[in-house]
């Protein structure tokens, strides 16, 4: 996973203020230097330390007497020039701040990271998701632009992960023919199994776009996640497997099978939940894009896992 810093968009001539100046005072000097950074004022101390900071809206509607240490937030967020720039993308958007100050391991102000490179990178990062998300290389400046490439050069950055998912359908069909007894006992467990694999598919991706993007901006535990996403799942699975369970039942005339499929939606749909956003987080975890667990590698998994929950109900009903 590319890692770029902070230190790459920082902006040092900004709008710095002491502590004890009045807000009058600190205008007065701003127009005087003419930084080429003002949408966040940062007050420091005679040693250049990072006290708090305000926005510039903030500063102008204010009392020209005012002291600068009344007026700052001294709980102003920011950030080092090492740490990697979507963390300060996310940093930003928790607290609803529109630039961060950087400082140094000493609270020394180096300068600002400004709006402009936050929205820069958020795009960024969100279209290099959208493209792994769609089973395509980790993007590069070229990448960027996939949809205007020529074939070859779109194929090759398609194929890798469409590989993997070639010998993921290979070993679902090798799942399938495990059970070719059951299928030959009843034909009819066979009709299920691409509304059984798409919902589950159709479940998972929900969750994978989700947590592709959201586990690099929220502040929440993997546990109380999972537990959330999984309630999720299983919610959904019960309410599909109901509304299947009626037409399978009047169509084939077979209670149980109606009833298998049913619960078999119902088992998928959460496992395919928890497979959504659990894979991300691990990869994460890793050090990997969490873009990776999406697309052509989570479905494949999510297939098998399908198959085999449906066989597996089946049984335990005795068709």
Same mark, same amino acid.
């Given at each position: 996973?590319?890692?770029?810093?902070?230190?790459?968009?920082?902006?040092?001539?900004?709008?710095?203020?002491?502590?004890?100046?009045?807000?009058?005072?600190?205008? +007065?000097?701003? +127009?005087?230097?003419?930084?080429?950074?003002?949408?966040?004022?940062?007050?420091?101390?005679?040693?250049?330390?990072?006290?708090?900071?305000?926005?510039?809206?903030?500063?102008?509607?204010?009392?020209?007497?005012?002291?600068?240490?009344?007026?700052?937030?001294?709980?102003?967020?920011?950030?080092?020039?090492?740490?990697?720039?979507?963390?300060?993308?996310?940093?930003?958007?928790?607290?609803?701040?529109?630039?961060?100050?950087?400082?140094?391991?000493?609270?020394?102000?180096?300068?600002?990271?400004?709006?402009?490179?936050?929205?820069?990178?958020?795009?960024?990062?969100?279209?290099?998701?959208?493209?792994?998300?769609?089973?395509?290389?980790?993007?590069?400046?070229?990448?960027?632009?996939?949809?205007?490439?020529?074939?070859?050069?779109?194929?090759?950055?398609?194929?890798?992960?469409?590989?993997?998912?070639?010998?993921?359908?290979?070993?679902?069909?090798?799942?399938?023919?495990?059970?070719?007894? !059951?299928?030959?006992?009843?034909?009819?467990?066979?009709?299920?199994?691409?509304?059984?694999?798409?919902?589950?598919?159709?479940?998972?991706?929900?969750?994978?776009?989700?947590?592709?993007?959201?586990?690099?901006?929220?502040?929440?535990?993997?546990?109380?996640?999972?537990?959330?996403?999984?309630? !999720?799942?299983?919610?959904?699975?019960?309410?599909?497997?109901?509304?299947?369970?009626?037409?399978?039942?009047?169509?084939?005339?077979?209670?149980?099978?109606?009833?298998?499929?049913?619960?078999?939606?119902?088992?998928?749909?959460?496992?395919?939940?928890?497979?959504?956003?659990?894979?991300?987080?691990?990869?994460?975890?890793?050090?990997?894009?969490?873009?990776?667990?999406?697309?052509?590698?989570? !479905?494949?998994?999510?297939?098998?896992?399908?198959?085999?929950?449906?066989?597996?109900?089946?049984?335990?009903?005795?068709?």
């Amino acid at each position: 996973m590319r890692h770029e810093t902070v230190g790459k968009h920082l902006v040092g001539s900004i709008g710095r203020a002491r502590a004890d100046e009045t807000v009058a005072g600190a205008l +007065a000097r701003l +127009a005087a230097e003419k930084p080429s950074s003002v949408e966040l004022i940062c007050v420091t101390d005679h040693a250049g330390r990072l006290l708090g900071a305000l926005s510039i809206a903030r500063l102008f509607a204010l009392e020209g007497g005012v002291p600068l240490r009344e007026a700052m937030d001294p709980a102003f967020p920011r950030i080092g020039p090492d740490e990697d720039q979507e963390t300060a993308a996310s940093l930003a958007l928790h607290h609803g701040v529109d630039a961060l100050p950087v400082v140094d391991r000493e609270g020394g102000l180096l300068g600002v990271m400004p709006a402009q490179a936050l929205l820069q990178v958020l795009r960024r990062e969100h279209v290099e998701d959208l493209h792994v998300l769609s089973g395509i290389r980790r993007e590069t400046s070229k990448a960027r632009h996939a949809i205007e490439d020529p074939p070859m050069r779109s194929a090759r950055h398609r194929l890798p992960w469409l590989l993997v998912g070639l010998a993921g359908g290979a070993l679902a069909t090798a799942t399938m023919a495990a059970f070719e007894a !059951t299928l030959e006992k009843t034909v009819a467990v066979a009709f299920f199994v691409p509304a059984l694999v798409y919902l589950a598919d159709a479940v998972g991706t929900q969750t994978e776009a989700i947590a592709v993007r959201g586990l690099s901006l929220t502040r929440t535990g993997i546990g109380r996640l999972l537990s959330v996403e999984l309630r !999720t799942g299983m919610l959904i699975g019960v309410t599909l497997g109901a509304l299947a369970f009626l037409p399978i039942w009047l169509a084939f005339g077979n209670v149980r099978l109606a009833a298998a499929v049913s619960t078999s939606i119902f088992v998928a749909g959460s496992i395919a939940a928890a497979i959504g956003l659990g894979l991300p987080w691990w990869l994460a975890r890793r050090g990997l894009d969490p873009a990776y667990g999406s697309g052509p590698v989570a !479905t494949v998994i999510q297939d098998i896992l399908s198959i085999l929950v449906y066989f597996a109900v089946l049984r335990a009903f005795g068709i």
